[in-house]
């Protein structure tokens, strides 16, 4: 089943005395995850985003492998913003910005985060397991702002479980769909075929969907130059 957590550090799981949390799933994930970007961004340059850096532990190991392009973190839970200030501290990594506090539900995310340093275009921006525990309209927002902040042929990435025309693609998924609607009716595993829709709206094209380990995936969408 596939993993998610509203907050991290409320799992029971150890937090460095620098704030540093940790994720369980970041230990099952990062490898896997960072074999797909690494192909996907290999000969690209720039600045990449992390839409929602959660613990900051795969921004980090990110940035460790790909020195030569410049990482944003970002998440909107002050927690996280800590434990993502921490791991960075601690990487020592120069290619590691400050993380961003931002709101994806509201279309102007793309000015703020302009005006606290970011650049004016994106080559990539990598959002996991976000949108399924969020409301539509954090999806709704984080499509509008990278059909305006991505270069042309910039790449959104989303990780995380999906259905296909209506159909969830493992039992488990199905399970944990209905779990996260009980909690809130707003969340909830989505449809490939919304997120297809979503994106031609906001001009960017599905180019790739990846099948990846535990019933998850990587849609990789392309801003149409």
């Known amino acids: 089943m596939a993993e998610y957590v509203v907050e991290f550090g409320r799992d029971g799981r150890r937090v460095e005395p620098d704030g540093r949390l940790d994720a369980a799933a970041f230990h099952r994930n990062h490898q896997p995850i960072w074999a797909v970007l690494a192909r996907l961004l290999d000969g690209r340059s720039g600045d990449v985003l992390e ?55 509201d279309p102007a995310w793309v000015g703020a985060f302009r005006a606290a340093g970011g650049p004016a275009q994106l080559a990539a921006i990598f959002c996991a397991n976000v949108i399924h525990i969020a409301p539509w309209a954090v999806a709704e927002g984080l499509f509008a702002g990278a059909g305006e902040v991505l270069s042309p042929g910039g790449l959104l990435m989303l990780y995380g479980p999906f259905k296909r025309a209506g159909k969830h693609t493992a039992v ?21 075929t919304d997120l297809d829709a979503l994106g031609a709206r906001n001009g960017l094209v599905l180019r790739e969907t990846v099948e990846m380990p535990a019933n998850n995936m990587i849609l990789v969408f392309a801003r149409i130059a």
């Open 51 to 105: 839409a929602g850096s959660g613990t900051g532990q795969h921004i980090v190991h990110f940035a460790a492998q790909r020195p030569d392009l410049i990482w944003w973190p970002s998440d909107y839970n002050d927690n996280h913003l800590a434990s993502i200030a921490a791991w960075r501290t601690h990487a020592g990594l120069s290619n590691i910005r400050d993380a961003q506090r931002l709101d994806l539900s």
């Open 172 to 192: 488990s998924n199905a399970v944990f769909d209905t779990s996260l609607r009980e909690g809130n009716p707003e969340w909830g595993v989505r449809d490939i």
